[in-house]
């Protein structure tokens, strides 16, 4: 049988080899993972590999499945820039990126009135829809499109509110 030249043969190994370095990157603990640099190619690629960033994945999956959260969030975002560029990988990091609370000041109105009404008229309107304001009845009607239309004619200072009576 003919010998191979070393460069071929280098070449039969390579995946073999680039497969069990990223699987052993892969099983350091996440903490590393920020304080070690990442090997990456001219162009931003891991060296001989293309762009499979299936093992990342199953990897942070695994993480999030053990429901190890916080790990999966910092394997995330110590990810080299090869891995970033994957859609699947910012969907990732965006479903696990922390919640955002926004503070809104502004209160909803007071319907107290008109629930008021309702439970103590409501049954003589059954079926029909309503527009109040506070403790008024501005209009009813049988479909919610008639009632905006004769609401239309009345004069209003607040926002009514409508309601259907079952």
């Known amino acids: 049988m003919p010998e191979l030249s070393p460069i071929l043969t280098h070449e039969l190994r390579a995946p073999q080899l680039d497969a069990e370095v990223l699987a052993r990157e892969l099983r350091r603990p996440a903490s590393t993972l920020a304080a070690a640099p990442a090997a990456v190619g001219a ?4 060296p001989g590999q293309e762009h499979d960033v299936r093992p990342f994945v199953m990897a942070v999956r695994g993480l999030i499945e053990s429901e190890r959260l916080d790990t999966a969030r910092q394997m995330l975002y110590a990810a080299p820039p090869y891995i970033l560029s994957d859609p699947l990988v910012a969907r990732l990091r965006s479903i696990l990126a922390p919640p955002v609370v926004k503070r809104v000041h502004k209160r909803d109105l007071d319907r107290r009135q008109e629930y008021d009404w309702l439970r103590t008229h409501g049954h003589q309107y059954r079926g029909q829809w309503v527009a109040l304001d506070g403790a008024t009845l501005l209009v009813s009607a049988a479909t919610l499109r008639e009632l905006q239309e004769r609401l239309r004619a009345v004069p209003v200072t ?9």
């Open 43 to 46: 162009r931003g690629e891991p």
């Open 158 to 166: 607040n926002r009514p509110f409508l309601h259907r009576v079952d």
